[in-house]
């Protein structure tokens, strides 16, 4: 199905765009419920400043063969596709393809498990160098509704927002909007579980 109108423009350049009900409620619970189950979550633990953490959530990164990416230090292989995984990918495409916005042919998806509103992901760009100049990231949300903010990375202008992303929608974060801003998952007094994919081109 296409709804190119369904589409909210929350920033026009560099676009960042909302499609609030790309998976409809029941399929994305049935979609979440899979996933909680069948994915090897892990919360490995990562130096930061020369101390040991381990992360706040849970993750898990799946693509193509080949599709490695440099974490910590550390290059990772990914998972194989989850079909589930494979479906929401072409799906992204597809939705991306009829609305008319910028598009990659995505490679591979870091999944993000929040158990509850404490866990978080701090401010941060998707701009490691294996995503290439001008990066598209596409992320699916399911479960419990949270704001993702933003901070303009010029530290003369940070002006913040946040985006509410609800249970089965998808956030288009277009090029350049890596380089323009930052996004973090803030903690928040939010119960439930929530589950994050952002869809990626490794070259
Ligand atoms: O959980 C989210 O919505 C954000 C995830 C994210 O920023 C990332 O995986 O890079
Ligand atoms: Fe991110």
């Not at 701009?127 to 933003?150: C, Q």
Request: with cysteine; hydrophobic share 40%.
């Amino acid at each position: 199905m296409s709804h190119p109108d369904r589409w909210q423009c929350v920033a026009a350049s560099p676009p960042l765009m909302l499609l609030p009900d790309f998976i409809a409620a029941a399929e994305a619970s049935a979609i979440q419920r899979r996933l909680e189950r069948d994915i090897a979550w892990s919360s490995p633990t990562l130096s930061l400043y020369g101390k040991r953490h381990v992360i706040p959530r849970s993750q898990c990164w799946m693509g193509d063969d080949g599709a490695s990416y440099r974490y910590s230090g550390r290059d990772l292989q990914p998972w194989p596709w989850h079909p589930l995984v494979e479906d929401l990918r072409n799906r992204v495409i597809h939705a991306l393809e009829v609305a008319d916005l910028p598009c990659q042919d995505f490679n591979s998806v870091l999944l993000n498990r929040y158990e509850n509103g404490d866990q978080r992901m701090g401010w941060h760009s998707d701009d490691e160098p294996e995503l290439g100049a001008d990066p598209i990231v596409a992320s699916v949300s399911l479960g419990s509704e949270r704001p993702l903010r933003f901070r303009e990375k010029r530290a003369d202008a940070r002006r913040a927002f946040n985006v509410w992303l609800p249970h089965g929608s998808l956030l288009l974060m277009g090029p350049g909007a890596q380089s323009r801003w930052q996004h973090a998952l803030a903690p928040r007094a939010i119960d439930g579980a929530r589950i994050n994919l952002t869809f990626r081109r490794i070259r």
